[in-house]
């Protein structure tokens, strides 16, 4: 399936009133080639959800660990068990709704499939989570379930906003009926802390959303078009092309520079907190080309071209056990986590905290390859560049 060239799950970064409408060119000129580890993770935890909605609108009963145990996804990533207690949440809650409201399938009910929002652009086309019409009560239920840490709002949550867009366009929803459907948006977020919990909701009419609708639909056409513009921002550090955007680059430059700047020994309250919103900004802001340009390393090495100063390695991420847990336990009482779950077992960095055997550990763990990494050439190349 074709990737949209006006993408909901970028409305954040394209579609807002001061987005950079110029991402969406960028996006196609340097189209990201494979998925982080981080994105892996997500897609299996969401396969984990998928099931179990589909497992709760048949009334299948059971939310069990075992029929995931040591299997992987459509990509081949091993579920873990805590792919599985948040899918359990996002799962939970989206069956919550539909007995509450008896809808359990049919065209008011779908789990990751495809909608196109032609209201916004024709072009624009992806895949929600879920969605649930409840045409009885006039009320539109959308999920976006989050397995990462960055926190992700549910109010003018983008994103969703275009979903809706299309989805109201598929059942037929327009113009005098808007004001009689409320869309009720809701984020499931397990691992990323926020005041609000782990469920956040934002409740506004479907007429409300037409203001929302109209800038998408506009900057859609822009950014298509040649009055398209960048605009830096938080978004940079999504940006696929950030490591080839001026704009980024020369903000890039300038905030570095604003922050080597000396400061006064002495600050005033409200000296010291715009100090320190300026170094936060350049922070991130060159966290963002720093990883722009990992990634472009990365593919030059990969090529089998030469970065001067640089080198690539495999990376590891931490060990795991390879063995069944029964048998990881079985080596001794304190490999038990929790005497109260028998089916789990302490990491192999915990077990040597503990004094077990460093060669035991190593026969029964291994270490993941997290993929490709960047380090500094302590060769001849590294000193020729710096001494320059």
């Known amino acids: 399936m074709t990737h949209s060239i006006i993408p909901p799950s970028s409305a954040g970064i394209w579609g807002k009133p001061d987005g950079c409408t110029g991402w969406v060119l960028m996006n196609q000129m340097y189209p990201e080639t494979e998925s982080s580890i981080e994105a892996l993770e997500g897609e299996a935890s969401h396969e984990i959800g998928a099931i179990l909605i589909d497992q709760s609108a048949r009334a299948v009963n059971g939310r069990y660990w075992k029929q ?22 996002y799962a939970d809650d989206v069956a919550e709704v539909m007995r509450d409201r008896a809808v359990f399938g049919g065209k008011h009910l779908n789990v990751e499939q495809r909608i196109t929002a032609p209201s916004i652009h024709e072009m624009s086309h992806g895949t929600p989570d879920c969605w649930l019409y409840d045409k009885s009560k006039g009320e539109l239920f959308i999920w976006d379930y989050k397995f990462g840490f960055e926190v992700v709002e549910a109010f003018e949550n983008w994103q969703l906003i275009n979903y809706v867009s299309g989805i109201l366009d598929q059942l037929g929803i327009h113009g005098g009926k808007d004001p009689y459907i409320t869309v009720r948006f809701r984020i499931i977020q397990p691992r990323a802390f926020h005041r609000d919990g782990v469920i956040r909701e934002w ?3 479907a007429a409300d959303l037409r ?9 859609a056409h822009i ?5 398209a513009e960048f605009h830096t921002g938080s978004h940079c550090k999504h940006c696929p092309g950030r490591h080839a955007c001026e704009p980024s680059l020369r903000l890039g430059m300038r905030l570095y520079e604003m922050t080597s700047k000396p400061t006064p020994v002495e600050l005033s309250p ?21 990883s722009g340009f990992d990634e472009q390393v990365k593919g030059l090495i990969r090529k089998g071209l030469n970065v001067p100063g640089w080198m690539g390695e495999d990376g590891v991420g931490h060990p795991k056990w390879n063995k069944p847990v029964e048998e990881v336990i079985v080596m001794g009482d304190m490999m038990q986590i929790d005497l109260r779950k028998p089916e789990s077992a302490i990491t192999p960095i915990q077990a040597g905290k503990l004094g077990i055997d460093e060669a035991v550990i190593t026969a029964y763990s291994t270490k993941p390859r997290t993929g490709l990494k960047i380090v500094p050439d302590n060769g001849n190349r590294a000193r020729e560049v710096f001494s320059k």
């Not at 091993?78 to 359990?88: I, L």
């Not at 203001?211 to 900057?219: D, E, K, Q, R």
């Not at 950014?223 to 009055?227: E, I, N, P, R, Y």
């Open 211 to 219: 203001a929302y609708f109209n800038i998408l639909h506009t900057n």
């Open 270 to 290: 409200q000296g010291l907190g715009v100090q320190l919103s300026i170094v936060k900004r350049a922070r991130k802001h060159l966290e963002s080309l720093e």
């Open 68 to 89: 995931f145990d040591g299997k992987p996804d459509a990509n081949g990533t091993v579920f873990t068990e805590e792919m599985f207690d948040g899918a359990v949440i």
């Open 203 to 205: 409740v506004v009419s």
């Open 223 to 227: 950014a298509l078009g040649a009055d």
